[in-house]
């Protein structure tokens, strides 16, 4: 199986100010064949389904605000928020796609300091 | 705009088998893998398998022998099964379209496992 990493577990950041999330994969999920990353992240919020952010690693899904988005290849990847807001507060969680079983990351938890 | 809602029963006697169905509104069942995920009180998400419209599975090698996903494209639903359920099986049940990561989510079903 790839086990997802995430980093931290938890963080607080100002309203207005930029929170970053890591996801370590114990693999590749790079795909040589097509050079696509197969690796999405997930904001979830309590009561609701988890929601697709970005998907091949840095594509935003449609109606994602640009404030979030997504970098890293083959390893080491990472979810940005430029100017953290007050609905942003959610569990955040990575997810590979290269094989299964589908792993996630443990998830972060992001707050409002 | 593909819907996905879950439904069956919410509570399940240990040992007993847990059975869930997901119906797919909204846009066909064809062309793509459909997937069941849990997220247990206090813990992270599991992907406990997926099917393909034409029945190709894929099943988590911790759940393997105890999970059955089939498909119903007539219906446009697709099933779990998950046999001798444990307390520890407690969770919310998501179905989900599997592609890019996974776009489509049911709203989660909660199953509690109880005598």
């Known amino acids: 199986d790839i086990v997802m990493t995430q980093s931290p577990d938890s963080l607080a950041v100002s309203l207005g100010e930029r929170a970053t999330i890591n996801c370590k994969s114990s693999r590749s999920v790079l795909y040589s064949s097509d050079n696509k990353n197969y690796l999405a992240w997930y904001q979830h919020k309590p009561g609701q389904p988890p929601k697709l952010l970005i998907y091949?690693?840095?594509t935003r899904e449609s109606g994602v605000p640009d404030r979030f988005s997504g970098s890293g290849s083959g390893t080491d990847f990472a979810l940005t928020i430029t100017s953290l807001q007050a609905e942003d507060v959610a569990l955040y969680y990575c997810q590979q796609y290269y094989g299964t079983p589908r792993t996630f990351g443990q998830g972060t938890k992001v707050e409002i300091k | 705009q593909v819907q996905l809602q879950e439904s069956g029963p919410g509570l399940v006697k240990p040992s007993e088998t847990l059975s869930l169905t997901c119906t797919v509104s909204g846009g066909s069942i064809n062309n793509y893998y459909w997937s069941w995920i849990r997220q247990p009180p206090g813990k992270g998400l599991e992907w406990i398998g997926f099917i393909s419209s034409i029945g190709t599975t894929s099943y988590n090698p911790s759940l393997k022998s105890r999970v059955t996903i089939s498909v119903d494209t007539s219906k446009n639903q697709f099933s779990l099964k998950l046999t001798s359920v444990t307390a520890a099986d407690t969770a919310v049940y998501y179905c989900?379209?599997?592609?890019?990561?996974?776009?489509?989510w049911g709203q989660g079903t909660t199953v509690t496992v109880s005598s």
């Open positions: 091949w690693a840095s």
């Open positions: 989900a379209r599997d592609a890019r990561g996974v776009d489509v």
